[in-house]
């Protein structure tokens, strides 16, 4: 049996988005499935080694911060770690990368950089899409 492809672009910042995305993906390997990642624009600060203090929760929802804390949410720098230790592929968007001055350097370890073409050629085959 095929082993069914998860691909996720993306390119929103903020505390909110980085729980969507990582969520989506790590439930996904969870269950068996290939996932990959691809980070762009202002998602890039989700993998950023300094994720912590870039990612802000947009106006009026800071309620949430208290519910992630009650549910014992894992942190986002921790659930970047789960997701790369279930297999999920993680890419930096190369344009947004040389367009911001950014360098693979500035991202957690086990973090691939491609552009477009590399995540297509994952996405071309994927089961599900999400964009976030």
Known sequence: MKKRRVAIIASNGGLETAYKVLNIATAAAAAGAEVAIFFTFEA???IHKDAANMLTIGTGKEHYL???KRANVPSIPDLVNIALESG???IACQMTMDVT???KEHFV???DVGGAM???DFAYD???TVTF
């Open 44 to 46: 890039l600060s989700i």
């Open 118 to 120: 590399t995540f297509l």
């Open 88 to 90: 999920v592929k993680m």
């Open 109 to 111: 370890d086990g973090i």
């Open 126 to 128: 994927a089961d599900v």
């Open 66 to 68: 208290e519910g992630f």
């Open 101 to 103: 001055g950014m360098t």
